[in-house]
């Protein structure tokens, strides 16, 4: 699984796949203080997908 080889796979939990391509919406709590983390980890989870095609 894709989670794994980014090394995600214990931060990450797999929702299903977007077969159709259509925005993937994701929320956070801002009052959590985790939240930060799970946008950072995001972000830098998206950014690799990215470079990597």
Same mark, same amino acid.
Do not use: H
């Given at each position: 699984m894709? =989670? @794994?080889? =980014? %090394?995600? $796979?214990?931060a990450?939990?797999s929702a299903g796949t $977007? +077969?159709k391509? +259509?925005p993937i919406?994701? +929320?956070?709590?801002p009052?959590?203080?985790s939240?930060?983390?799970? !946008? @950072? =980890? !995001? &972000?830098? %989870?998206? &950014?690799? =997908?990215?470079?990597? %095609?």
């Amino acid at each position: 699984m894709k =989670l @794994e080889e =980014l %090394g995600f $796979n214990d931060a990450l939990k797999s929702a299903g796949t $977007n +077969a159709k391509k +259509a925005p993937i919406y994701i +929320a956070c709590s801002p009052v959590k203080p985790s939240s930060k983390m799970y !946008i @950072e =980890l !995001i &972000e830098k %989870g998206t &950014e690799r =997908l990215r470079k990597s %095609g």
